[in-house]
């Protein structure tokens, strides 16, 4: 199995613009997960699907942030509008029943907001 | 007070010696604990996960959770140069049944191994 694919590796943009991330989970995995780290602040969980259905979303941090899951082989997470704040490296993780917690990790996102 | 705390570090010892990391949390309720290495520049990786008290041996790791105290740590025997790199410890909250998955990860420790 290939892993969880991120896609793009780095992305820059310029405050304003959308951005989304992509991510393709191992496959017949049942929970895919989007993570935020910084240096401040860490690994920070956005929000977490279970089959396919967004269960929390409480770390999105604020509504400029969307993130979808249309089948069990895609997710995206959008940044409308973007700021230079948002820059970080996101991760996209997907996980197994009944091992849920044992995450895999994508190779990540490195977004630079100008 | 963080839900789930680490010493930053950063953490330096000599090859072949016994590192020490650890790891407090907040909830007195969580069940499932985990520890993830992530080397610069890449992502985390699982290395090790503890359910219940006492210790759990892996080759060179060992996981040691103290429930009462809620403290969790990871010794590593024989650090080796290629053992360096950021652990996160991670904890599953309680959630009064399946917790999805939702991890609370602490802010790392850099862990340096020098010949």
């Known amino acids: 199995d290939a892993g969880v694919i991120q896609s793009p590796r780095h992305e820059v943009t310029e405050m304003g613009q959308e951005v989304t991330l992509r991510c393709k989970p191992i496959?017949?995995?049942?929970?895919l997960f989007w993570y935020r780290q910084t240096m401040m602040r860490g690994l920070e969980l956005l929000i977490y699907?279970?089959?396919?259905?967004?269960?929390?979303d409480s770390g999105m941090p604020e509504d400029r942030f969307s993130a979808k899951m249309p089948n069990a082989s895609f997710s995206t997470l959008k940044i409308q509008p973007s700021e230079p704040r948002d820059s970080a490296v996101y991760f996209c993780?997907?996980?197994?029943?009944?091992?849920?917690?044992?995450?895999?990790f994508g190779s990540g996102t490195q977004l630079s907001v100008l | 007070q963080k839900e789930v705390e680490q010493n930053s570090g950063p953490l330096s010892v000599p090859e072949g010696a016994i590192a020490s990391l650890n790891c407090t949390y907040s909830?007195?309720?969580?069940?499932?604990f985990f520890w993830y290495r992530q080397y610069s520049g890449k992502s985390p990786e699982l290395i090790m996960f503890?359910?219940?008290?006492g210790d759990k041996e892996d080759g060179r790791f060992t996981a040691q959770l103290n429930k009462a105290s809620q403290y969790v740590s990871l010794l590593i025997r024989d650090s080796q140069p290629s053992d360096s790199a950021t652990y996160l410890c991670?904890?599953?909250?309680?959630?009064?049944?399946?917790?999805?998955?939702?991890?609370?990860f602490g802010q790392g420790t850099i862990l340096t191994v020098h010949p």
């Open positions: 503890i359910y219940s008290n």
């Open positions: 699907f279970n089959n396919n259905v967004p269960i929390d």
């Open positions: 496959s017949g995995h049942n929970s």
């Open positions: 909830d007195r309720g969580s069940q499932s």
């Open positions: 993780a997907s996980s197994l029943f009944p091992d849920n917690e044992k995450l895999f």
């Open positions: 991670a904890v599953a909250p309680n959630a009064g049944g399946t917790s999805y998955g939702k991890l609370t």
